[in-house]
């Protein structure tokens, strides 16, 4: 029959939704704890303590050494108790021994309770973070329960979300037991439970709202190709149908405008300007620029300043494509990711007439353009004036500006070209070596100096360098750096550059990078020559003054030249060179000369080394 232990503990192990020998292996080990601390035990003496789950009933064992007459019964235990246990035991064995003390039941229920608890705890919390881990980036329901000057704290049922106040949305009010949905921004995993960080600003807010409100997105019909929200003022989301006949706009929209306005409700009033996204960057901008209306859109790819389009309006709808405070511009921008440059057509044309008959660069256009400057100065007054301006002269004004932009973009492109080459020319010239050296390993710089280019975004002395021949005044820029400073700075950097070690190019696998003393280069020319010569004897030699070679026209061969006997040597691995010490020394000029001799019928290669310094005539002949 079962007791009343066994029932509690199953109550509870079901309750906690943790496994009996989880329980049973952490009650083991307070219980363990518990003896130690209540007979004062040490550390390094094993205790085991077993847990009947059906009976409840608690047994801690102790190890003990057998002696004669114990002295401490914590530690020792008689030799005729311990033969009762164990017949084979002599003195001076180590025996477990049932060592539970007296009233050790209620210490253990105290301590079962306890565990239980704190297990209960911990399995509560990583269930808490298991859950909410699972939802990260996802939207939730929660009740506000306070709010504050540090943030807003929800309740989602089993734990407790923080919204910070750079993610609340702004103007928006909260009140205490209103619910509201949150987008999951982290889960923290913190010894106090799950921390929850939520937002109302995030653009996946948006995103997770519009896949819940518009079926064609959750089923994958309607893809949102990219999102530009300012929280609480206005959003863009760019759109784009994956199968055909489906109106992406539409779809997103709804009927009457019903699918867009629940989600602005949601918001609390924030715009949404739902567009249809389009492969074509320039057709793409303009509809960006919505509402407002684009007559042209110049595309700058390989600008200096990174992508940017230069985006022309009509005048009366400069204002209405810049938008409150350049937001419409702003989000533009973020949801085409190029950076967007907005001119009136009026400014534009402006600018155009005067580059064409100042600007020497535009010189070669101005002869075919003399009519269309001529209309476009009369339009441009008209326009200064507040006439009306038919939409011809308009198309004149933009076919203008048109010829302007595409030579501006020719010109970006020969610029960029033109600075990549200096660029490419200037890293030439610093050693590889300052590449791979950090400002902090270079000697030339005092610890100030060194603070202040860290601070700049450098760190490495090529980068330095490649500055200071490229944009001196960039350097000369920085605080406490001056014309004395800069020189200094200059030639340091330089010497230093010069000093560092030249990365040592891998050796071939055939030839190990060993210090050869020159009389083992003598030996090794002269196996050479002795391979050589057995090499020549080993083919037919008609004649002692030639070598029967096989050619087209069977000619003998005679003894080579030298200059043609250095071309025939430089297709040959160069013996002194791959087997040159390490340890440089003064550099030994050399001559080299291939001669054929006519007794042995070999051809005998001879040196001559000359060391800097030496005369011209003091030439050491080896063979």
């Not at 219980?31 to 077993?50: D, G």
């Not at 999102?227 to 003022?233: K, L, S």
């Not at 710089?445 to 001196?472: C, D, M, R, S, W």
């Not at 030298?562 to 340890?583: G, N, R, T, Y």
């Amino acid at each position: 029959m079962k007791t009343e232990f066994t029932l509690a503990f199953n109550e509870i192990a079901e309750r906690s939704s943790l496994d009996r020998e989880t329980i049973i292996e952490a009650l083991e080990m307070a219980l363990v704890q518990a003896y130690r601390k209540s007979v004062t035990a040490s550390e390094a003496q094993e205790v085991v303590a077993r847990v009947d789950s059906d009976t409840g009933q608690v047994s801690v064992f102790a190890e003990k050494e057998v002696v004669d007459e114990p002295q401490d019964d914590r530690t020792e235990v008689a030799l005729l108790v311990a033969r009762d246990l164990e017949p084979e035991v002599q003195l001076g064995d180590l025996l477990s021994v049932d060592s539970t003390p007296a009233g050790f039941g209620r210490i253990a229920a105290q301590t079962a309770k306890q565990v239980i608890l704190q297990k209960l705890k911990e399995a509560e919390r990583e269930s808490q973070y298991q859950e909410f881990v699972k939802r990260e980036g996802d939207i939730i329901h929660g009740t506000v329960q306070s709010y504050g000057a540090q943030g807003v704290t929800l309740s989602l049922g089993r734990a407790e979300a923080q919204m910070p106040r750079n993610q609340q949305m702004p103007g928006e009010r909260y009140r205490t037991h209103e619910k509201v949905r949150f987008y999951v921004l982290e889960v923290r995993k913190t010894s106090r439970g799950p921390q929850i960080i939520v937002s109302r600003t995030h653009r996946n807010l948006l995103r997770r709202l519009l896949e819940m409100e518009v079926p064609e997105i959750f089923n994958g019909v309607v893809e949102i190709k990219s999102i530009a929200r300012e929280a609480g003022y206005r959003s863009k989301v760019a759109v784009s149908a994956l199968q055909q006949g489906v109106d992406p706009v539409g779809a997103c929209v709804g009927m009457r405008g019903m699918r867009i306005q629940s989600i602005v409700k949601e918001l609390h009033g924030e715009k949404i300007d739902v567009i249809q996204w389009n492969p074509d960057v320039s057709t793409f901008i303009s509809k960006a620029l919505s509402p407002a209306r684009v007559a042209s859109v110049h595309l700058e790819d390989a600008s200096v300043e990174g992508r940017t389009a230069t985006v022309i309006v009509p005048d009366d709808q400069l204002s209405l494509a810049i938008g409150r405070e350049g937001q419409n511009a702003r989000l533009a921008a973020k949801l085409t990711g190029w950076r967007i440059d907005i001119k009136s057509m009026a400014e534009a044309a402006r600018e155009a007439v005067e580059l064409l008959q100042d600007d020497d660069r535009y010189a070669d256009l101005k002869p075919s353009l003399e009519a269309e400057i001529e209309r476009a100065g009369i339009t441009l007054t008209k326009m200064a004036e507040n006439r009306p301006v038919m939409p011809e002269e308009y198309t004149t004004l933009n076919g203008l500006v048109d010829v302007i932009e595409e030579r501006n973009i020719e010109m970006q492109a020969v610029e960029l070209a033109q600075r990549r080459e200096v660029l490419e020319a200037v890293r030439s010239g610093i050693p590889e070596a300052a590449y791979s050296c950090a400002l902090n390993d270079a000697d030339v710089l005092t610890e100030k100096l060194l603070v202040t280019l860290e601070e700049a975004g450098y760190q490495t002395v090529g980068h330095v360098l490649e500055e200071l021949a490229i944009n001196p005044d960039s350097i000369l820029a920085l605080q406490g750096v001056g014309p004395k400073v800069l020189e200094k700075l200059l030639s340091g950097l330089t010497e230093l550059a010069d000093r560092l070690p030249v990365p040592e190019l891998e050796p071939d696998s055939e030839i190990q990078d060993e210090t050869v003393t020159p009389e083992e280069v003598s030996s090794v020319e002269t196996s050479a020559i002795e391979s050589v010569s057995e090499t020549e004897e080993s083919l037919q030699v008609d004649e002692p003054t030639g070598v029967q070679l096989e050619t087209d026209d069977q000619s003998i061969a005679q003894p080579l030249p030298e200059e043609v006997a250095a071309d025939w040597k430089e297709d040959e691995p160069d013996i002194d060179q791959l087997l040159q010490p390490k340890q440089k020394k003064k550099k030994r000029r050399k001559k080299r000369s291939v001669v054929f001799d006519d007794e042995r019928g070999v051809y005998i290669t001879s040196h001559m080394h000359r060391r800097d310094g030496e005369q011209e005539d003091d030439w050491d002949e080896e063979y």
